[in-house]
């Protein structure tokens, strides 16, 4: 199985990959630190087939994609790059993703990881994303749009969420229980370790985490409460609470306190 993560996502510059490398390896992520080394720093740079269909053009959040590669090559060794995508074509996410991971030779060069940001993808689509990159870390997310599918009088149909999960056990490297989606809202703890444990006992080759609202005043506390509960190693990832008020940019101080207090958690687990 994986590697569990503390992932970043919304890097834009070469200059916030950098930084945030430093700070990682500063923290001891990137050292000999044996607990630390159980987990890899997570880059998320988001693309989407808007950044596609103009290469030159960047968003709030996401780098043009004429400047991926450049910022990939910044990724320290030992961390783990990753490409989050979205897209409104569902039947051409194998042909978008085949022309992302083609830029400067990205797949198998710089980076061989994706998140799928997109409800329960057609199979046919990921399949052939397989077929045509077989070495691709594979990374489903399950956003809270996903999850509203599966509600009853009685809350959250976790089993009926594991059990679609489940589909996609032949593919998924690590599966992200996101219901933020990168806006900052924080999770429900016991909703969402509940559906964790869930799907790590559909998918046991699965590396299960979650996203939400994740900052330096909240990690090390929700950390601690997620280990209470989901005794396998998780992933983590922040995003919102990390950017400045506009949300362009990562805010490094944010970051440091993010990847300090994640570090503590750790340490204590």
Known sequence: MNKSYIGITGFKTIGEVRQAGQIFACEGFLGRDSRLGAYKPMFGIAASNKRLADRAKGGTMSPSADNLVSLLRGVPGGCMPVMHYSTENRGKLADELAELFSIGRMYGEHCSAVQINMDWPELRQVEAIKKAMPEMVMIFQIPQRAMQAYTKNSGLDIESIAAKANEYAGFADYMLVDPSGGKGK?????????????????????????????????????????HERVSEPFCIDAQGRLRTEDREWLVMEKVQSYVCRAAEAIRGF
Request: charged share 15%.
């Open 186 to 226: 924080e999770f429900d703890v016991g909703q969402c370790t509940g559906l964790m444990l869930a799907l790590g006992q559909k998918l046991p080759n699965t590396r299960i985490g979650v996203a939400g609202g994740f900052s330096g005043g909240n990690v090390l506390e929700k950390m601690q409460k997620l």
